[in-house]
């Protein structure tokens, strides 16, 4: 199963209200820019997955990594707060490539930080 279309964020316009309004946090290995989506109440959350080009010059080990993020992320959305529906975006900002099992714990430790956007 993959994640919908949907579940993606693709729309400039928001990934740049994202990035520049929205609030972050740091939680290795990933800096996330979570924000309430602004277009009504969309039945689902929005994701963006990014890794720099800096830290992984192969598109191999970059297409991995992302990979087994958008894995973790379906595998686990349903411990996602439902409150509201959010957009977020997960920099993979490690110096090396992690197993998808300490990626899948690290981010599912980040939903818990997500019931806090409310007060943000």
Sequence with gaps: MRLRKEERLNKEKLIQELFTGGSSFYFFPFKV???HNP???PPFH???FSVSRRNFKRAVDRNLIKRRMREAF???KAAMPA???LV???IYS???ILTFAQIQERLIKTFNRFDH???I
């Design 83 to 85: 409150s509201k529906k």
């Design 33 to 35: 820019f979570v924000m």
């Design 88 to 90: 977020i975006a997960y």
């Design 74 to 76: 379906r595998q686990n």
């Design 39 to 41: 277009e009504g109440d």
């Design 94 to 96: 490690a110096k090396e």
């Design 46 to 48: 929005q994701v963006l």
């Design 117 to 119: 956007v409310e007060k």
